[in-house]
Protein backbone atom coordinates (compact mmCIF):
# COMPACT_ATOMS: atom_id res chain seq x y z
CA UNK A 1 0.00 0.00 0.00
CA UNK A 2 1.34 3.00 -1.25
CA UNK A 3 1.60 5.93 1.99
CA UNK A 4 -1.53 6.80 3.18
CA UNK A 5 -3.03 10.04 5.06
CA UNK A 6 -3.57 10.22 8.65
CA UNK A 7 -6.84 11.46 8.39
CA UNK A 8 -8.17 8.47 6.51
CA UNK A 9 -6.93 6.27 9.43
CA UNK A 10 -8.47 8.48 11.83
CA UNK A 11 -11.82 8.14 9.85
CA UNK A 12 -11.56 4.82 9.58
CA UNK A 13 -10.58 4.97 13.14
CA UNK A 14 -13.78 6.52 14.70
CA UNK A 15 -16.06 4.36 12.35
CA UNK A 16 -14.40 1.05 14.35
CA UNK A 17 -14.26 3.20 17.72
CA UNK A 18 -10.47 2.05 18.46
CA UNK A 19 -7.62 4.53 18.84
CA UNK A 20 -4.04 4.61 16.44
CA UNK A 21 -0.76 4.94 17.76
CA UNK A 22 1.25 7.67 16.44
CA UNK A 23 5.27 6.45 17.04
CA UNK A 24 8.06 8.50 16.81
CA UNK A 25 11.22 7.55 14.75
CA UNK A 26 15.00 8.70 14.20
CA UNK A 27 16.50 5.78 12.74
CA UNK A 28 16.11 2.45 9.96
CA UNK A 29 15.69 0.47 13.71
CA UNK A 30 12.92 2.36 14.83
CA UNK A 31 10.55 2.21 11.93
CA UNK A 32 11.68 -1.74 11.38
CA UNK A 33 10.55 -2.22 15.27
CA UNK A 34 7.32 -0.56 14.44
CA UNK A 35 6.67 -2.30 11.28
CA UNK A 36 6.75 -5.72 12.60
CA UNK A 37 4.54 -4.84 15.18
CA UNK A 38 2.34 -3.74 12.95
CA UNK A 39 2.77 -6.60 10.78
CA UNK A 40 2.51 -9.50 14.32
CA UNK A 41 -0.48 -6.99 14.96
CA UNK A 42 -2.13 -6.74 12.13
CA UNK A 43 -2.54 -2.83 12.78
CA UNK A 44 -3.12 0.18 10.82
CA UNK A 45 -0.14 2.81 12.07
CA UNK A 46 1.22 6.02 12.05
CA UNK A 47 5.00 6.77 11.96
CA UNK A 48 5.90 9.86 13.09
CA UNK A 49 8.80 11.94 13.18
CA UNK A 50 9.54 15.55 14.90
CA UNK A 51 11.98 18.17 13.53
CA UNK A 52 14.63 16.91 15.56
CA UNK A 53 14.47 13.33 14.17
CA UNK A 54 14.59 15.13 11.10
CA UNK A 55 17.65 16.92 11.88
CA UNK A 56 19.27 13.88 13.33
CA UNK A 57 18.67 11.65 10.63
CA UNK A 58 17.98 14.18 7.53
CA UNK A 59 15.05 13.72 5.29
CA UNK A 60 16.16 12.11 2.85
CA UNK A 61 16.80 8.87 5.29
CA UNK A 62 13.86 9.28 6.55
CA UNK A 63 11.31 9.48 3.62
CA UNK A 64 13.28 6.82 1.67
CA UNK A 65 13.03 4.39 4.76
CA UNK A 66 9.30 5.11 5.41
CA UNK A 67 9.01 3.96 1.54
CA UNK A 68 11.05 0.72 2.01
CA UNK A 69 8.49 0.20 5.02
CA UNK A 70 5.78 0.81 2.66
CA UNK A 71 7.26 -1.79 0.08
CA UNK A 72 7.80 -4.60 2.36
CA UNK A 73 4.74 -4.51 4.40
CA UNK A 74 1.51 -3.58 1.04
CA UNK A 75 -0.91 -4.87 3.53
CA UNK A 76 -0.35 -2.22 6.88
CA UNK A 77 -1.86 1.19 6.22
CA UNK A 78 1.29 3.54 7.07
CA UNK A 79 0.66 7.26 7.20
CA UNK A 80 3.95 9.94 7.85
CA UNK A 81 3.51 12.57 10.09
CA UNK A 82 5.34 15.53 10.95
CA UNK A 83 5.18 15.35 14.69
CA UNK A 84 4.80 19.36 16.18
CA UNK A 85 6.10 21.26 12.87
CA UNK A 86 6.44 24.81 14.55
CA UNK A 87 6.20 27.15 11.52
CA UNK A 88 4.42 27.11 7.88
CA UNK A 89 7.66 26.79 6.70
CA UNK A 90 8.68 23.45 8.50
CA UNK A 91 4.89 22.09 7.57
CA UNK A 92 5.47 22.76 3.65
CA UNK A 93 9.11 21.35 3.41
CA UNK A 94 7.72 18.22 4.84
CA UNK A 95 4.68 18.11 2.43
CA UNK A 96 7.29 18.48 -0.68
CA UNK A 97 9.49 15.51 1.11
CA UNK A 98 6.45 13.07 1.14
CA UNK A 99 4.81 13.49 4.36
CA UNK A 100 1.49 12.77 4.54
CA UNK A 101 0.36 14.50 7.26
CA UNK A 102 1.23 17.49 9.28
CA UNK A 103 1.05 18.70 12.46
CA UNK A 104 1.33 22.22 12.72
CA UNK A 105 1.97 23.21 16.72
CA UNK A 106 0.96 27.00 16.58
CA UNK A 107 0.06 26.39 20.29
CA UNK A 108 4.14 27.57 20.64
CA UNK A 109 5.51 30.38 18.42
CA UNK A 110 8.08 29.66 15.97
CA UNK A 111 10.38 29.32 18.79
CA UNK A 112 9.25 26.07 19.96
CA UNK A 113 9.35 27.89 23.69
CA UNK A 114 7.32 30.65 24.08
CA UNK A 115 3.10 30.17 23.81
CA UNK A 116 1.74 32.03 21.39
CA UNK A 117 -1.49 34.09 21.43
CA UNK A 118 -5.09 32.29 20.41
CA UNK A 119 -5.13 34.73 17.41
CA UNK A 120 -1.93 33.93 15.83
CA UNK A 121 -1.94 30.28 16.38
CA UNK A 122 -5.14 30.31 14.15
CA UNK A 123 -3.35 32.45 11.75
CA UNK A 124 -0.42 30.05 11.06
CA UNK A 125 -2.52 27.08 11.49
CA UNK A 126 -5.16 27.89 8.83
CA UNK A 127 -2.86 28.78 6.38
CA UNK A 128 -0.90 25.24 6.48
CA UNK A 129 -4.36 23.71 6.61
CA UNK A 130 -4.93 26.10 3.07
CA UNK A 131 -1.60 24.93 1.71
CA UNK A 132 -1.60 21.17 2.81
CA UNK A 133 -5.37 20.44 1.85
CA UNK A 134 -4.79 21.73 -1.65
CA UNK A 135 -2.70 18.70 -1.73
CA UNK A 136 -4.50 16.36 -0.07
CA UNK A 137 -2.32 16.29 3.08
CA UNK A 138 -4.32 15.90 6.53
CA UNK A 139 -3.36 18.84 9.45
CA UNK A 140 -3.47 18.20 13.14
CA UNK A 141 -3.94 21.35 15.43
CA UNK A 142 -2.66 21.94 19.01
CA UNK A 143 -4.86 24.12 21.54
CA UNK A 144 -3.91 24.21 25.00
CA UNK A 145 0.03 23.64 26.04
CA UNK A 146 1.43 20.46 27.21
CA UNK A 147 4.04 20.37 29.78
CA UNK A 148 7.70 19.33 29.59
CA UNK A 149 10.89 20.23 27.13
CA UNK A 150 11.76 17.88 24.87
CA UNK A 151 15.30 18.85 22.46
CA UNK A 152 14.42 22.09 22.85
CA UNK A 153 10.61 21.87 21.99
CA UNK A 154 8.12 23.06 24.57
CA UNK A 155 6.86 25.74 26.93
CA UNK A 156 8.24 23.65 30.08
CA UNK A 157 6.96 23.22 33.18
CA UNK A 158 3.96 21.49 34.60
CA UNK A 159 1.32 20.01 32.31
CA UNK A 160 -1.42 22.31 34.28
CA UNK A 161 -0.48 25.21 33.33
CA UNK A 162 -2.52 25.92 30.24
CA UNK A 163 -4.69 23.43 30.11
CA UNK A 164 -7.16 23.64 26.43
CA UNK A 165 -10.10 26.09 26.79
CA UNK A 166 -13.74 24.15 25.67
CA UNK A 167 -14.68 26.50 23.84
CA UNK A 168 -11.34 27.91 22.40
CA UNK A 169 -11.10 24.59 21.24
CA UNK A 170 -14.89 25.11 19.40
CA UNK A 171 -13.69 28.06 17.74
CA UNK A 172 -10.27 26.46 16.92
CA UNK A 173 -11.49 23.88 15.00
CA UNK A 174 -14.32 26.02 13.36
CA UNK A 175 -11.43 28.77 11.87
CA UNK A 176 -8.95 26.37 11.12
CA UNK A 177 -10.66 23.26 9.62
CA UNK A 178 -7.83 21.24 11.35
CA UNK A 179 -8.78 17.12 10.42
CA UNK A 180 -7.59 16.45 14.38
CA UNK A 181 -6.90 18.52 17.26
CA UNK A 182 -4.27 17.90 20.25
CA UNK A 183 -5.31 19.16 23.35
CA UNK A 184 -3.82 20.05 26.55
CA UNK A 185 -5.19 18.33 29.51
CA UNK A 186 -2.34 17.76 31.98
CA UNK A 187 -0.44 15.27 29.94
CA UNK A 188 4.08 16.18 29.56
CA UNK A 189 6.37 14.86 27.42
CA UNK A 190 9.12 13.04 28.66
CA UNK A 191 9.42 10.18 31.40
CA UNK A 192 8.52 12.69 34.45
CA UNK A 193 5.25 13.55 34.14
CA UNK A 194 3.94 12.53 37.19
CA UNK A 195 4.99 12.07 40.70
CA UNK A 196 2.39 9.88 41.70
CA UNK A 197 -0.47 7.66 39.95
CA UNK A 198 -1.94 10.29 38.42
CA UNK A 199 -5.92 11.38 39.28
CA UNK A 200 -8.53 13.62 38.31
CA UNK A 201 -6.51 16.49 39.79
CA UNK A 202 -3.39 16.20 37.59
CA UNK A 203 -4.72 14.73 34.36
CA UNK A 204 -8.20 16.11 33.75
CA UNK A 205 -10.06 13.11 31.23
CA UNK A 206 -13.55 15.34 32.55
CA UNK A 207 -11.91 18.27 30.47
CA UNK A 208 -11.41 15.71 27.41
CA UNK A 209 -14.78 14.08 27.82
CA UNK A 210 -16.16 17.98 27.51
CA UNK A 211 -14.23 19.04 24.62
CA UNK A 212 -15.34 15.54 23.48
CA UNK A 213 -18.73 16.42 23.69
CA UNK A 214 -18.59 20.25 22.51
CA UNK A 215 -16.52 18.53 19.08
CA UNK A 216 -18.54 15.54 18.99
CA UNK A 217 -16.79 15.18 15.19
CA UNK A 218 -13.31 15.98 15.95
CA UNK A 219 -10.47 13.70 15.96
CA UNK A 220 -8.93 14.21 19.23
CA UNK A 221 -5.08 13.74 19.51
CA UNK A 222 -3.52 13.03 23.01
CA UNK A 223 -0.18 14.00 23.22
CA UNK A 224 2.65 12.84 26.11
CA UNK A 225 0.84 9.68 26.07
CA UNK A 226 3.65 7.41 27.03
CA UNK A 227 2.61 5.28 30.25
CA UNK A 228 6.57 5.47 31.29
CA UNK A 229 5.83 1.86 33.04
CA UNK A 230 7.56 0.61 36.14
CA UNK A 231 8.93 -2.18 34.72
CA UNK A 232 11.15 -0.61 31.89
CA UNK A 233 12.23 2.13 34.13
CA UNK A 234 13.39 -0.91 36.36
CA UNK A 235 15.27 -2.44 33.82
CA UNK A 236 17.48 0.42 33.00
CA UNK A 237 18.17 1.62 36.50
CA UNK A 238 18.89 -2.36 37.33
CA UNK A 239 22.19 -1.95 34.75
CA UNK A 240 23.60 1.41 35.82
CA UNK A 241 20.82 4.15 34.85
CA UNK A 242 19.68 6.63 37.08
CA UNK A 243 15.85 7.52 36.43
CA UNK A 244 14.17 9.00 39.47
CA UNK A 245 10.88 7.60 39.99
CA UNK A 246 7.97 8.77 38.04
CA UNK A 247 4.60 8.12 36.42
CA UNK A 248 3.22 7.93 33.14
CA UNK A 249 -0.39 8.06 31.66
CA UNK A 250 -2.12 4.52 32.64
CA UNK A 251 -3.65 2.87 29.69
CA UNK A 252 -6.59 3.00 30.91
CA UNK A 253 -6.84 6.46 30.99
CA UNK A 254 -5.79 6.08 27.37
CA UNK A 255 -8.69 4.01 26.56
CA UNK A 256 -11.25 6.10 28.00
CA UNK A 257 -9.89 8.95 25.98
CA UNK A 258 -10.44 6.63 23.09
CA UNK A 259 -14.30 6.24 24.22
CA UNK A 260 -14.20 9.70 23.97
CA UNK A 261 -13.08 10.77 20.52
CA UNK A 262 -9.43 10.29 21.10
CA UNK A 263 -8.01 8.54 17.92
CA UNK A 264 -4.37 9.20 17.80
CA UNK A 265 -2.15 8.55 20.90
CA UNK A 266 1.42 9.62 20.51
CA UNK A 267 3.85 7.79 22.27
CA UNK A 268 7.62 8.21 22.20
CA UNK A 269 9.14 7.76 25.57
CA UNK A 270 7.77 4.16 26.70
CA UNK A 271 9.74 3.24 23.12
CA UNK A 272 12.71 5.22 24.02
CA UNK A 273 12.87 3.77 27.52
CA UNK A 274 12.37 0.09 25.98
CA UNK A 275 15.30 0.68 23.65
CA UNK A 276 17.84 2.07 26.21
CA UNK A 277 17.20 -0.58 28.91
CA UNK A 278 18.08 -3.28 26.65
CA UNK A 279 21.32 -1.56 25.37
CA UNK A 280 22.56 -1.46 29.08
CA UNK A 281 21.55 -4.72 29.29
CA UNK A 282 23.69 -6.15 26.89
CA UNK A 283 26.34 -3.68 27.92
CA UNK A 284 26.41 -4.84 31.82
CA UNK A 285 26.36 -8.41 30.88
CA UNK A 286 28.26 -8.94 28.31
CA UNK A 287 30.97 -6.11 27.95
CA UNK A 288 33.22 -7.77 25.89
CA UNK A 289 30.79 -7.39 22.76
CA UNK A 290 31.15 -4.63 20.22
CA UNK A 291 29.37 -5.68 17.61
CA UNK A 292 26.42 -3.03 17.47
CA UNK A 293 24.18 -5.97 16.04
CA UNK A 294 24.67 -7.54 19.28
CA UNK A 295 22.71 -4.67 21.28
CA UNK A 296 20.92 -3.08 18.27
CA UNK A 297 18.83 -6.53 17.94
CA UNK A 298 17.62 -6.96 21.51
CA UNK A 299 16.90 -2.93 21.70
CA UNK A 300 14.59 -3.65 18.10
CA UNK A 301 13.12 -6.34 19.98
CA UNK A 302 12.27 -4.46 23.35
CA UNK A 303 10.47 -1.56 21.09
CA UNK A 304 8.36 -4.06 19.10
CA UNK A 305 7.05 -5.64 21.95
CA UNK A 306 6.01 -2.05 23.70
CA UNK A 307 4.08 -1.24 20.25
CA UNK A 308 2.70 -4.35 19.89
CA UNK A 309 1.41 -4.03 23.14
CA UNK A 310 -0.03 -0.49 22.46
CA UNK A 311 -1.25 -1.56 19.17
CA UNK A 312 -3.58 -4.05 20.88
CA UNK A 313 -4.59 -1.89 24.01
CA UNK A 314 -5.37 1.22 21.76
CA UNK A 315 -7.49 -1.08 19.49
CA UNK A 316 -6.30 -0.86 16.34
CA UNK A 317 -5.10 -4.67 16.15
CA UNK A 318 -6.61 -6.85 13.40
CA UNK A 319 -7.66 -3.39 11.81
CA UNK A 320 -5.15 -3.14 8.91
CA UNK A 321 -7.21 -4.94 6.32
CA UNK A 322 -10.24 -3.14 6.87
CA UNK A 323 -9.65 -0.51 3.74
CA UNK A 324 -7.99 0.09 0.63
CA UNK A 325 -5.66 3.27 0.32
CA UNK A 326 -7.31 6.81 -0.63
CA UNK A 327 -4.62 7.99 -3.14
CA UNK A 328 -3.52 11.64 -1.53
CA UNK A 329 -4.19 12.92 -5.44
CA UNK A 330 -7.78 12.11 -4.40
CA UNK A 331 -7.77 13.25 -0.71
CA UNK A 332 -6.98 16.67 -2.45
CA UNK A 333 -9.89 15.82 -4.43
CA UNK A 334 -12.45 15.79 -1.48
CA UNK A 335 -10.94 18.41 0.50
CA UNK A 336 -11.93 20.69 -2.79
CA UNK A 337 -15.32 19.33 -3.44
CA UNK A 338 -16.22 19.49 0.76
CA UNK A 339 -16.53 15.50 1.20
CA UNK A 340 -13.55 15.83 3.85
CA UNK A 341 -14.92 18.86 4.99
CA UNK A 342 -13.99 19.42 8.48
CA UNK A 343 -16.31 21.94 9.70
CA UNK A 344 -17.28 20.37 12.93
CA UNK A 345 -20.72 19.90 14.46
CA UNK A 346 -20.54 21.77 17.46
CA UNK A 347 -22.83 21.05 19.87
CA UNK A 348 -24.43 22.69 22.59
CA UNK A 349 -22.86 24.20 25.94
O1 LIG B 1 7.26 15.74 20.94
C1 LIG B 1 8.02 14.97 21.43
C2 LIG B 1 8.51 13.74 20.81
O2 LIG B 1 8.82 12.85 21.83
C3 LIG B 1 9.67 13.99 19.90
O3 LIG B 1 10.77 14.34 20.64
O4 LIG B 1 11.62 16.46 19.63
O5 LIG B 1 13.08 14.96 21.04
O6 LIG B 1 12.39 14.27 18.73
P1 LIG B 1 12.05 15.06 19.97
P1 LIG C 1 5.73 10.90 25.25
O1 LIG C 1 6.94 11.69 25.63
O2 LIG C 1 4.78 10.74 26.39
O3 LIG C 1 6.03 9.61 24.60
O4 LIG C 1 4.93 11.78 24.17
C1 LIG C 1 5.31 11.78 22.82
C2 LIG C 1 4.61 12.83 22.04
O5 LIG C 1 3.64 13.43 22.44
C3 LIG C 1 5.16 13.12 20.70
O6 LIG C 1 4.51 14.18 20.08
ZN1 LIG D 1 3.82 15.74 21.31
Not at 15 to 21: A, D, N, Q, T
Not at 163 to 179: H, I, L, M, N, S
Not at 180 to 193: D, E, Q, R, V, W
Not at 301 to 326: C, E, N, P, S
Amino acid sequence: MPLVSTRQLLDEAAKGGYGVGAFNVNDMEQIQAIMEAAKETNSPVIIQASRGARAFAQDNYLYHLMLAAAELYPQIPLAMHLDHGNSFETCESAIKLGFTSVMMDGSLKADGKTPSTFEENVEVTKKVVDYAHERGISVEGEIGVLGGIEDGHGAGGSGLARVTDPDQAVEFAERTGVDSLAIAIGTSHGAYKFTKKPDGSVLKMDLLIKIHQRLPKTHLVMHGSSSVPKDLQDIINQYGGKLKETWGVPVEEIQLGIKNGVRKINVDTDNRLAITGAIRKVFAESPEKFDPRDYMKPARAAMQKVVALRMTQFGQAGHAGDYTAISIPDMAKGYANGSLSTKPLVAAK
